[in-house]
């Protein structure tokens, strides 16, 4: 299951960042994921609801932050919404473009 082991990377950050700081606990933790991340979000919120349990995160209030996809065509440079790597281009209909946005997958920040 890919999403628990983001989830564990993500507590194994949490944890680092909280023995850095100096911090016994964890009081919230923002998680930024984007749509074109490839993680399925409810499967990662229960793989973290499971992997937090005794780390310096259980208990923590871990809020989501869901960031759309945002791609950029080649062809005429336009710029869309897109939650699909399999998409065309509204304007000229070309499935050429550049992700800009919304691949992320990141502890955005965190309070001790
Ligand atoms: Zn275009």
Avoid: W
Avoid at 13 to 35: H, R, Y
Avoid at 66 to 91: E, V, Y
């Amino acid at each position: 299951m890919h999403e628990l082991s983001i989830a564990q990377s993500i507590v194994e950050l949490a944890n680092e960042i909280a023995v850095n700081e100096n911090a016994e606990t964890i009081q919230t933790i923002d998680i930024e994921i984007g749509a074109l991340s490839g993680v399925v979000f409810e499967a990662l919120e229960f793989a973290l609801e499971m992997t937090v349990k005794n780390t310096k995160l259980e208990g923590a209030k871990i809020n989501y932050l869901k960031i759309s996809g945002l791609a950029k065509c080649s062809n005429c440079k336009f710029q869309f919404k897109t939650n699909d790597l399999l998409a065309f281009c509204p304007k000229c209909d070309q499935a050429n473009f550049k992700i800009i946005n919304g691949k992320q997958l990141r502890i955005k920040s965190l309070t001790v």
